[in-house]
């Protein structure tokens, strides 16, 4: 009977995980992925993955999954329970990111590449690029649309561009403050509370009144 390839599927993936959270997407080699899972050269991360890109991949794959069924399923209880209002929308996009900072030390290291790869993009492919954006945020951002309709297009999608790495810098802080050790106190706020303020901004950052002078800027000069 041949091998069971998981166990060294999963050994290389944990091992990429933490290096890539501790030391950035871009810091990380092939080499040391396959020395942190244990493995002797270089053939077994080809085998399984191909490349660095690859394991990469898989990482950013099977958690945006986990992010978009979550998101959509938030998403599905906010309409039912209101047509209109938009607090509820907007937790849908940022608590399913927020949460991961009390999960498991998986849940944190996914955090600071997600925070990585979203402040870096030329450090991955167009594909990561790609996998990383399909965590159900663009079906959430629709309803945040419909429900926000005094906000022009092209000043929501900036907004949302904001928030969206405004949330995942704060996540991924706290992520590495827990990751770290730091003392509870240290974090000012329960956890419940640190995700209810991020939505609270949220909510603000994306539906404020947009300013005369914001609508006046592209317009072009009088007479």
């Known amino acids: 009977m041949a091998p069971d390839p998981e166990p060294t599927r999963r050994k290389l993936i944990d091992a990429a995980t933490r290096l890539f959270a501790e ?3 871009n810091a990380v ?3 040391a992925i396959v020395r942190a899972a244990g493995q002797r050269n270089t053939a077994a991360l080809v085998y399984h993955f191909k490349d660095r890109e690859g394991v990469l991949r898989a990482i ?4 945006v999954e986990r992010l978009r069924a979550r998101r959509l399923a938030l998403l599905g209880e906010a309409a039912a329970a209101s047509p209109s209002a938009m607090r509820p929308v907007v937790e849908a996009l940022v608590r399913p990111i927020a949460d991961l900072c009390d999960g498991d030390w998986r849940d944190r290291a996914y955090l600071q590449i997600h925070a990585d790869l979203t402040g870096h993009p030329v ?4 594909e990561v690029r790609e996998r990383v954006h399909k965590g159900g945020a663009p ?7 419909q429900r926000c309709p005094d906000v022009p297009d092209d000043i929501l999608e ?6 969206g790495a405004f949330v995942s810098r704060a996540a991924s802080a706290r992520a590495r403050g827990i990751a770290e050790g730091a003392p509870e106190h ?3 706020m329960s956890h419940a509370k640190f995700v209810a303020n991020l939505v609270d901004v949220a909510v ?3 539906t404020t009144p947009v300013s005369a002078e914001t609508l006046a800027a592209d317009a072009p000069p009088g007479p």
């Open 60 to 63: 950013v794959a099977e958690n």
């Open 186 to 188: 240290a974090f000012r």
């Open 204 to 206: 603000a950052a994306l």
């Open 29 to 31: 080699s092939q080499a």
């Open 123 to 126: 450090w991955s492919s167009e």
């Open 158 to 163: 900036i907004r949302s561009l904001l928030v």
């Open 139 to 145: 079906e959430v951002l629709r309803v945040v649309a």
């Open 23 to 25: 030391h950035g997407v």
